[in-house]
């Protein structure tokens, strides 16, 4: 890549900066909808456009989601949904006992999907343009 | 055949919107209404219920409601498959015939009345068969909380709904029928599926997820761009078009607010969803990887493509149990430092907790305007709250140390950090806690019991 810029540089064009991948939080990128199954809530997480999907397959990785909720939960599992555009997450012990023993306010997990959305993931600059325009 | 069967959803819990399954009867044509009134620990509530009340134990509210459609239902021909029947589906198949004479429908209603999903008097018996009904959470066996089992129920699947289809039945009425078997159930009558056309059996399965939670496909709760979303004083509840292929349509009456399209329809497909090539029913696995959608015009997805396999040899069981004792508290604290004086009456509480020596299995506070909902991941709050509800739940196995705990709030008022209101409600109730208890059993114990009534009003 820095390859390529500096070729275009010597032809003296306007290259753009190189741009680092921007950091951008979920929200931007994904809607999301969460539910419970005794202990474990569930939060399905749903691409926003077409394209921003690989970025959440390659960057929302169990280990991340983990990481965001450690403390929280006592284990993640993953599953991918390429026809919805969607990610499944299952997060164990999120729920304080869940169902009718938790003291949560949100003993059913209803508003774990907007606790993932929190979320930052390193993201491509051009989609981090395009996904903060469609927000505003 | 490119005939379509119109299944209308009409409540999508114990507790949902009352003018929706009136408006969906009356509002456009439907072949179905489908009402599903049964959470996780709804059938526990009815046990307790009927303990105090044997008339009682189904869902009361559907009765007033079907005195309101029943002249509609039965004009136009509507058939009503409904799992409202809780733990007691004969009184309220009976409340049904006797709201039908009300209304001068004698010879115009008959119930089908499902039972046989109760195995609440059969547990001992199973168990002494070598059935352990353990949790399918813990894998405890349920031999360590026999003595506080309240309700236990099968799930049962489509195969008494299509029998009682059959033998005209115009309102169905079960205890514990899945969610989803109550779209399927008609699909199957209507269509003549094969019970092990299986890739038939997950699409009517994933019709039936798509409308069992109501409005949840149809703009209601729906993240994506909810300001949008238009007239939610009068949402439209979702309609499934079925045809004998196995791919349907999600719409709603014209006419109404709320909206279906993709993002709602996703919304509600990954909604408590768990390994999703392996969505269990009794019927058939689903696999929700297979779903195709697309937007076929205003209010209107396209859904197909529906793979499922065979289904397992095994039932899921709901059973409810007595569990303990919890109360929650809560006050509210005023700017300013709103959150720092809801901290130290946290610390005052609890400790007068402590020195009265009361024992709790948990003591959870929460902060509601900073951390109630996403704990840590708000950050710190900022210091200019406006205010802070300090809410704190207790839970105990014994009464005693609970009912305490719902004295020692008040007394925060005059004794505890400044600027606090919000206790108009009075001491906080204590509740009793019936706990759910998910397990598995072989269909062949259940399914011979499984029995349908045919009765006439």
Redesign the interface.
Known sequence: MSTSTSSRRSRGRAAPPARPPARLQLHLLA?????????TA?V?L?A?EPEYYPVLVKEVTRARVAR??R??VSGVER????????L?F?LHGAL??G???S????AQGK?Y???LL?MEIPVPAALARRARRGAS | MNRTVRIAAGQGFWGDWLEAPVRQVRGGPIDYLMMDYLAEVTMSIMQKQRSRDPAMGYARDFIPLMERMLPDVVGKGVRVVTNAGGVNPRGCAEAVLAAARKLGLQGKVRVGLVTGDDILGRLDELLAKGHPLKDLDSGRPLTDIRDKVLSANAYLGLAPIVEALARGANVIVTGRVTDTGLTLGPLVHEFGWARDDWDRIAAGTIAGHIIECGAQSSGGNLMRDWRKVRGLENPGFPIAEARSDGSFAITKHPGTGGVVNLASVKEQLVYEMGDPHNYITPDGVADFTSIQLRQAGKDRVEVSGIRGGPRTDKLKVSIAYFYGYKAVGTLVYSWPDAYEKARRADQVLRGRLRDLGLEFEQVLTEFVGVNATHGRLAGAPSPDLAEVQLRIGVRARERAPVERFTREIAPLVLTGPPSVTGFAGGRPAVEEIVAYWPALIDRTEIEPHVHVDVLQA
């Open positions: 809607h999301a909808r969460s539910g419970d199954k005794g202990d569930n399905g749903i926003l965001h909720f403390g929280m599953f991918e949904l390429p026809n919805l555009g969607a499944n299952l304080d006992g169902g009718t023993i003291l949560k306010t949100d508003v999907s907007t606790a929190r």
